[in-house]
């Protein structure tokens, strides 16, 4: 069975919101195959036994992942769009994910391994067939092929989660992947940089794939802020550690110090102390931790009080979007920190290419007009500021999507990882969690209100 990261995409496949309506047909068709591509890795690279088995509460048998993500395929796509007669109605209830919480769906009369395989293939042949015959303008739903990219999302959606859950399965390594790219050219890289005050536009009315949550585009005055250049390395978090900041219920809010308190938290997740070193399990390696990565597997909480301590703070969602879209020489608003384009290996740290994130100040090329490295990849990044509707929201094509999560239960993420496909990651994407999760690979980078005149 093969364990090598999916295929790279195409060199250059060009802006979504310029492409030709049959360019985008066959860009729809390139994802889809790409992405079932990732699907295979990851549940081909483990026996049956594992496939079946719930490696933790927090996630579901990556077999149900699998027949869930044919499922919501044949519901919209099949059924909705196509119109065609039903596959397997019987398991729509058994894979809606709202009715079944995760650490019930062990219990649950799911598919077989087989017989996920089959459902979803079966699925995706009436799918490709579907998509070449399927008028792409007319209907909102399947306009500029919307549908087609939603389902593309959702899968890559829960690729990155199944990867999470390999990060947290026990046993030997079945993953592959290469190194990431070290740091180059950072001398003179500041730790942090400047970003001046002033309205900018957020979000996005424009980009043919982009979720209801991202949506509509919207102008935003920001204050003048300062953020990290880089997220905040293993090495810095190590300094909070040492200095007793788990130790210390100052530098957490009264939520975070409660939760702290309650997981007996004292060092990201995955890390252990081995004498007078931080080793790391990272897909199955057991590995010292490298100081010069972002720090990866820290919940909300964790990031809060580690700002605090370094006498900063989060930035707000919107600091983090114009820091990593503003271009004050145009004025506008990019679909990327870089530019226009879609990502390259030279821009960003996505696909599931490597298992890990570069070392902080790589990719110069991804380099954002204030100056800030690594929004996009790497680790998604927490933020302050709760997950809520922009003005003007309107819930597309369902509420579950996004509207029944607003509210201050979740907190708002940004950028991407390196477990995420560039389909479901750009300038303006929205993720959003519990404050205390850690199993997904998240890090952060603080920012600061300046002093008046610090900047001159």
Same mark, same amino acid.
């Given at each position: ?15 979504? *919101? ?27 690279? /483990? ?13 579901? !048998?990556?077999?149900?992942?699998? *027949? ?44 077989? !391994? ?5 459902? /979803? ?20 739903? /399947? ?98 550690? @040492?200095?007793?900041? $788990? ?19 004292? *060092? ?25 990565? !972002? ?11 580690? *700002? ?10 919107? @600091? ?5 879209? $503003?271009?004050? #020489? ?22 599931? #290419? ?18 800030? #490295? ?23 094509? $369902? ?12 907190? /708002? ?44």
């Amino acid at each position: 069975m093969s364990t090598e990261p999916p295929t790279e995409r195409p060199a250059s496949r060009g802006n979504l *919101a310029e492409l030709g309506i049959e360019r985008l047909r066959s860009r729809a068709a390139e994802d889809l195959v790409r992405t079932r591509e990732r699907s295979a890795v990851l549940t081909d690279s /483990v026996d049956d036994d594992d496939l079946v088995q719930q490696h933790s509460p927090l996630m579901s !048998p990556l077999v149900w992942d699998l *027949a869930h993500i044919g499922s919501q395929e044949e519901i919209w796509l099949v059924r909705d769009v196509g119109g065609r007669e039903a596959v397997r109605p019987d398991i729509d209830d058994l894979y809606d994910a709202f009715q079944h919480p995760r650490s019930d769906r062990p219990q649950l009369p799911l598919l077989g !391994p087989s017989e996920a395989r089959s459902y /979803v293939g079966t699925v995706r042949d009436k799918v490709l067939d579907l998509l070449d015959s399927t008028p792409l303008e007319g209907r909102r739903l /399947v306009d500029r092929a919307f549908a087609f990219g939603m389902i593309v999302q959702h899968e890559q959606q829960h690729d990155e989660t199944m990867l999470a859950t390999h990060q947290l399965r026990k046993g030997a390594p079945v993953l592959t992947d290469v190194q990431p790219p070290s740091a180059s050219e950072v001398d003179g890289l500041a730790p942090e940089v400047f970003v001046p005050g002033g309205p900018f536009v957020m979000g996005t009315s424009t980009e043919p794939w982009a979720l209801d949550n991202e949506r509509p585009a919207h102008r935003v005055h920001v204050d003048d802020f300062a953020i990290d250049s880089t997220p905040v390395t293993n090495a810095a978090f190590m300094r909070f550690i @040492e200095a007793g900041g $788990y130790e210390q219920p100052r530098w957490w809010s009264e939520d975070g110090w409660a939760f702290r308190q309650r997981a007996e938290l004292s *060092a990201p997740r995955f890390w252990r102390r081995d004498g007078d070193r931080w080793m790391r399990r990272r897909f199955g390696h057991v590995e010292p931790v490298p100081g010069d990565e !972002p720090v990866m597997h820290v919940s909300f909480h964790e990031a809060e009080a580690y *700002a605090r301590w370094a006498g900063k703070r989060l930035p707000t969602e919107q @600091e983090w979007e114009k820091a990593a879209r $503003y271009d004050p #020489r145009s004025g506008r608003s990019l679909r990327y920190p870089w530019g226009d384009e879609d990502p390259s290996p030279e821009h960003a740290n996505l696909n599931q #290419r490597h298992l890990r994130p570069a070392p902080a100040g790589a990719y110069p090329r991804g380099e954002a007009p204030c100056g800030a #490295r690594q929004l996009i990849g790497d680790v998604w990044e927490w933020t302050a500021t709760d997950f809520l509707p922009y003005p003007g929201f309107n819930a597309f094509p $369902y509420r579950e999507y996004s509207e029944v999560f607003f509210g201050p239960d979740y907190k /708002v993420l940004r950028g991407g990882s390196f477990g995420t496909d560039e389909a479901a990651c750009r300038g303006t994407f929205r993720n959003w969690d519990f404050p205390i999760r850690r199993q997904i690979f998240t890090g952060f980078r603080c920012a600061r209100t300046p002093r008046a005149g610090e900047f001159g």
